[in-house]
């Protein structure tokens, strides 16, 4: 954390933490990705799930992060780049060893600065409804997000809701 050109610590997450980016190919990115795509599939109706497989995620408009805490890794997050200079939060999961610890609220902040500081106007996401979702919900709107219209190729369905933040 000495170096200068480090981030400055938003909080004390960043005092016990790291962010990454990722390029995939570690074992414990792959797994905590299949485990967010395996949850997503046992909490959301058939043909419900837009989570993004690996191959999704290795293309260059979107940008993946990870958090680490030592060499276990705690979170990851990805940002994908839309072609009306708005920004789609993908692929949050916290690993099961870190909930409630503030890794989500750190790669979150993360996240929308990294948004910010391409330029975006807007990060949006789409999730699930349920209680498996409620967590998430709640740290998005705790953070601004607000309900709001489709985007990008969604369609609207009883178990979707599309979340916007303001940049």
Same mark, same amino acid.
């Given at each position: $954390?000495?170096?200068? %050109?480090?981030?400055?610590p +938003?909080?004390a997450?960043?005092?016990? %933490? !790291?962010?990454?980016e990722?390029?995939?190919? %570690?074992?414990a ?6 485990? /967010?795509?395996?949850? $997503? /599939?046992?909490?959301?109706? @058939? ?14 408009e979107? #940008?993946v ?6 060499t ?10 839309l072609?009306?200079g #708005?920004?789609?939060?993908k692929? $949050? !999961? #916290? ?6 610890t ?5 790669l ?9 500081? !391409?330029? $975006?106007?807007? +990060?949006?996401?789409e #999730?699930?409804s349920? @209680? ?7 740290? &998005?709107?705790? !953070? ?6 489709v985007?990008?190729? &969604? ?8 979340? /916007?933040?303001?940049?």
């Amino acid at each position: $954390m000495g170096n200068e %050109s480090s981030p400055r610590p +938003l909080d004390a997450e960043a005092e016990r %933490s !790291r962010i990454c980016e990722d390029d995939l190919s %570690s074992e414990a990115t792959r797994a905590l990705l299949a485990l /967010h795509l395996a949850g $997503m /599939h046992a909490n959301s109706p @058939p043909g419900s799930v837009f989570a993004l497989d690996l191959s999704r995620l290795q293309v260059p408009e979107v #940008t993946v992060w990870t958090v680490w805490r030592g060499t276990k890794i705690a979170g990851v997050g990805a940002l994908k780049e839309l072609a009306d200079g #708005t920004g789609e939060l993908k692929s $949050m !999961r #916290t690993h099961p060893d870190h909930l409630q610890t503030g890794v989500a609220s750190f790669l979150l902040d993360h996240i929308v600065n990294e948004a910010k500081a !391409r330029g $975006m106007k807007r +990060l949006s996401l789409e #999730t699930g409804s349920g @209680p498996a979702f409620d967590p998430a919900l709640a740290l &998005y709107r705790k !953070r601004g997000f607000v309900e709001g219209e489709v985007f990008a190729d &969604y369609e609207r369905s009883p178990f979707n809701q599309f979340l /916007h933040l303001p940049l």
